[in-house]
């Protein structure tokens, strides 16, 4: 009964537009705020911390944990996916961008500085295998779409991964993974909701 009165309360039309709202401005947010330096030779973190934007930054991560999942934990109520080790680790996600904005960067103490790559990290981690199980529980639903989702996914952690062995540390894999992030799952949530027949 709980879980209906939930599933009611996401398929409302002012929370349909709230997730939309979301998926697009965290790509918008993230490309703003990487684009203040040159994101070939600064990554977010650089920008936030030592190019006086660290305000900027502390919102940016902020903003765009919630949203990604508001977002995320709305597809998983509204496809009935109740996975605790899914939820534990999307919220896991959340702590860890939260605290990467907000433990300093390239200060003084380099402890606070591996830290902060160290949560960086941890949100990706726990971030994408959220979403793997989420797509794990699609093939018992739709064959075509995880096997469609399952190549995305691992296109965008593959492309970031590139990228960061070929530029870097800097934002051009940080903008390539939250942008293509945000494109894929807008694409998945009209993929799922655009046949009933599949919810």
């Known amino acids: ?30 490309y703003l705020l990487g684009t203040k330096e040159s994101p070939f030779y600064y990554s977010l973190s650089m920008i936030g911390n030592i190019s006086g934007y660290r305000l900027e930054f502390i919102l940016w991560g902020i903003m765009t944990g919630l949203f990604l ?13 109740e996975n605790t080790r899914a939820r534990r680790l999307l919220i896991s996600s959340l702590i860890f961008l939260v605290l990467t904005v907000l433990i300093p960067y ?10 902060h790559n160290i949560t960086a990290a941890a949100f990706g981690i726990c971030l994408t295998a959220s979403l793997y199980l989420f797509i794990k529980y699609l093939s018992e639903r739709d064959h075509k779409l995880y096997h469609w989702s ?7 952690i593959l492309g ?4 960061f062995f070929l530029f870097g540390r800097t ?4 903008l390539f ?8 799952l807008g694409i998945l949530n009209r993929k799922l909701f655009r046949n009933k027949k599949t919810s």
């Open 1 to 30: 009964m709980a879980d209906n009165v939930t599933k009611s309360k996401f398929e409302k039309k002012e929370v349909t537009k709230l997730a939309t709202f979301a998926i697009v401005m965290i790509p918008l947010s993230t």
């Open 177 to 184: 993974f939250f942008i293509s992030l945000s494109i894929f």
């Open 171 to 174: 934002g051009i894999f940080e």
């Open 106 to 115: 390239m200060g003084g103490l380099k402890i606070l500085s591996k830290i």
């Open 69 to 81: 999942t508001f977002f995320i934990e709305r597809l998983y109520v509204l496809k009935s996916f």
């Open 160 to 163: 970031s991964l590139g990228l």
């Open 150 to 156: 399952m190549i995305m996914l691992n296109l965008i």
